[in-house]
Nanobody, 116 residues
Framework: QVQLVESGGGLVQPGGSLRLSCAAS????????MGWYRRAPGKQRELVAT???????NYVDSVKGRFTISRDNAKNTVYLQMNSLKPEDTAVYYC??????????WGQGTQVTVSS
């Protein structure tokens, strides 16, 4: 099994930047795809970005050109660099990891608030 811990959330003004981190521990060799989800107030959780073991990335249209997902294999950490933040980006952000023969792992979530 894999355990995920997010960090880096907080309060930022519109146009600002935040970098979220997701540290993985446990059976990290089972991970195939990692991603970031978010749940905004009054909305269902949506997939924001994914990155495969091969380094392929994908993004929801609303964050393309502003967010970048990356990974540091040496540190077993996935990042979400968020630039040009907008109020509509306000949400709880969750890290996820797909695992071979195991259910998807989830982090506890970190709050991102974009407001002036």
């Amino acid at each position: 099994q894999v355990q995920l811990v997010e960090s880096g959330g907080g309060l930022v003004q519109p146009g600002g930047s935040l970098r979220l981190s997701c540290a993985a521990s446990g059976s990290i060799f089972r991970i195939t795809v990692m991603g970031w989800y978010r749940r905004a107030p009054g909305k269902q959780r949506e997939l924001v970005a994914t990155i495969t073991n091969g380094g392929s990335t994908n993004y929801v249209d609303s964050v393309k050109g502003r967010f970048t997902i990356s990974r540091d294999n040496a540190k077993n950490t996935v990042y979400l660099q968020m630039n040009s933040l907008k109020p509509e980006d306000t949400a709880v952000y969750y890290c996820s990891a797909d695992q071979v023969f195991y259910p998807r792992a989830w982090g506890q979530g970190t709050q991102v608030t974009v407001s002036s």
